[in-house]
């Protein structure tokens, strides 16, 4: 069975940082590519950034408003994957889910229950 | 940027009716469109793939058509669980893109 298991949400005042974590288990993580989508309260879905797996060059890719400020990173020895994200802003508050990546046309096949990331002075 | 449009924002219909959602892309996708179906408090799911392939496991009364920059959800007869939001998202290019999404609600 596959799942993903988000942490590391939380609290945090505009310009701090913090780190997710992804957990994953059920599929061949290091062939996986995975990406971060999040979804600010009552809102749609914003695609976040991706990271291909090692084998595609472990490129990443980001969304405009988190380009220079947020970082994925996967660590496929611990089949986890990360968001490092800094310079936060109000306007990153938002339940945050990790998703994996599916083939042939990219859907986001499996999600994570999500963890929550609030910003606010 | 592919700019992502759905319609209608929402939608109001009966258990057993057939339920259309249209999405259309701001340029040619091919058939890199895929749709989610998200309730209350739970994370989205996989519905459709590749504009048309159903994912394993999802009910047969969904389906999905198009190719290019207009493409359809179809619930052929409305259950109960099937009210929520449904959003469409095209994997064409990045930055990965989704439409507002579309409420399906109780009438």
């Known amino acids: 069975e596959v799942q993903l298991v988000e942490s590391g949400g939380g609290s945090v005042e505009p310009g701090g940082s913090l780190r997710l974590s992804c957990e994953a288990s059920g599929f061949s993580f290091s062939h996986a590519w995975m990406s971060w989508v999040r979804q600010a309260p009552g809102k749609g879905l914003e695609w976040v950034g991706r990271?291909?797996?090692?084998?595609?060059?472990?490129?990443?890719d980001y969304a405009a408003p988190v380009k220079g400020r947020f970082t994925i990173s996967r660590d496929d020895s611990r089949n986890t994957l990360y968001l490092q994200m800094n310079s936060l802003k109000i306007e990153d508050t938002a339940m945050y889910y990790c998703?994996?990546?599916?083939?042939?046309?990219?859907?986001?096949?499996?999600w994570g229950q999500g963890t929550l990331v609030t910003v606010s002075s | 940027d592919i700019q992502m449009s759905q319609s209608p924002s929402s939608l109001s219909a009966s258990v057993g009716d057939r339920v259309t959602i249209t999405c259309r892309a701001s340029q040619s996708i091919s058939n890199y469109l895929n749709w989610y179906q998200q309730k209350p408090g739970k994370a989205p799911k996989l519905l459709i793939y590749a504009a048309s392939s159903l994912q394993s496991g999802v009910p047969s009364r969904f389906s999905g058509s198009g190719s290019g920059t207009d493409f359809t959800l179809s619930i052929s007869s409305l259950q109960p669980e099937d009210f929520a939001v449904y959003y469409c998202?095209?994997?064409?290019?990045?930055?990965?893109?989704f439409g507002q999404g579309t409420k399906v609600e109780i009438k």
């Open positions: 998202q095209q994997s064409y290019s990045v930055p990965w893109t």
């Open positions: 990271i291909k797996s090692k084998t595609d060059r472990g490129t990443t």
């Open positions: 998703t994996w990546v599916g083939p042939t046309s990219y859907p986001f096949d499996y």
